[in-house]
């Protein structure tokens, strides 16, 4: 089904548990404009609490993924432009990316430049079509790849991160695929099942348990060891007597499918 009308900057789809969010300007390689932006988080956050929802899929529509910034107001210095309302715009849209409790799949189905790279670097899983190119292209307009470095750099191995974001080069998926910033590249006529197969594995696995390993994995760089283990501790107590847990581990032992996995 379909929840916004085909007008609207950004939309949403729902079907099987998997919310599709779809930044959909073509005509303006999708940047990124206040609208847009509002929408996309207003997406982000229904999902977030939506319990129907497992798996969210980021994607566009056209040639290109994201094109960053709608830098026409910013230039003109239009009130809500990029530089007086966007910013925090961004920050919103990604934080709300960084903190939603299901896992987010993008599917980059198209070219990637400056504030793009952000969106990309805040999925948990990110596939590219092999003919997609990405460029940190801020540096070549006079500005710095700002608030996307906060979830750009701890992605990205740090000799890449320093050569992309300082030359602005253009690059191939494979280059950033081994930078760290994606997790795989798939040929453009297999994207489509190269997300499902995340889908499906992803799937597979407790509602509960998921929401529980994206906490692991945004809280744990931030604790030091003893601290960890205090908390990773509770948690494993906690989640052992859990009714989905027990569940998982009842049709483990018998040989028999989890109650929350699709029927084929």
């Known amino acids: 089904m379909s929840d916004a009308p085909a007008t609207d900057a950004v939309l949403l789809e729902v079907s099987g548990g998997v919310a599709t969010i779809t930044?959909?300007?073509?005509?303006?390689?999708?940047?990124?404009?206040?609208e847009g932006m509002a929408q996309l988080t207003a997406h982000l956050r229904s999902t977030a609490v939506d319990p129907a929802i497992r798996i969210v899929v980021l994607t566009g529509?056209?040639?290109t993924f994201c094109a960053g910034a709608d830098l026409a107001g910013a230039v003109a210095a239009e009130e809500g432009g990029f530089a007086t309302g966007g910013t925090q715009?961004?920050?919103?849209?990604?934080?709300?990316?960084?903190d939603h409790p299901k896992p987010i799949i993008g599917r980059i189905?198209?070219?990637?430049?400056?504030?793009?790279?952000?969106l990309v670097a805040a999925c948990d899983i990110a596939v590219a079509t092999a003919s997609a190119r990405f460029a940190f292209s801020e540096v070549r307009l006079g500005l710095a790849p700002a608030i996307i470095a906060t979830v750009c750099i701890?992605?990205?191995?740090?000799?890449?991160?320093?050569?992309?974001?300082?030359?602005?080069e253009?690059?191939?998926?494979?280059?950033?695929?081994?930078?760290?910033?994606?997790?795989?590249v798939a040929e453009d006529d297999a994207l489509d099942a190269s997300v499902d197969s995340y889908v499906q594995a992803l799937l597979a696995?407790?509602?509960?348990?998921?929401?529980?390993?994206?906490?692991l994995l945004r809280r744990i760089p931030t604790m030091s060891r003893d601290e960890a283990f205090v908390w990773t501790a509770q948690m494993s107590a906690r989640?052992?007597?859990?009714?989905?847990?027990?569940?998982?581990?009842?049709?483990?032992?018998?040989?028999?499918?989890?109650?929350?996995?699709?029927?084929?």
Do not use: C
């Open 89 to 98: 715009a961004l920050v919103d849209a990604l934080t709300s990316m960084l």
């Open 61 to 63: 529509t056209g040639s």
């Open 23 to 34: 930044l959909n300007r073509p005509d303006a390689r999708n940047r990124l404009d206040g």
């Open 205 to 215: 696995g407790g509602p509960q348990a998921l929401i529980e390993t994206k906490d």
């Open 154 to 168: 701890p992605r990205m191995n740090p000799r890449d991160a320093a050569e992309l974001l300082l030359t602005g």
């Open 170 to 184: 253009r690059v191939s998926a494979d280059r950033v695929l081994r930078s760290g910033l994606i997790t795989a």
């Open 109 to 118: 189905q198209g070219h990637v430049a400056g504030g793009g790279n952000g």
């Open 239 to 264: 989640l052992f007597t859990s009714e989905e847990a027990r569940a998982g581990m009842t049709a483990f032992l018998s040989k028999t499918t989890a109650p929350w996995v699709p029927a084929d």
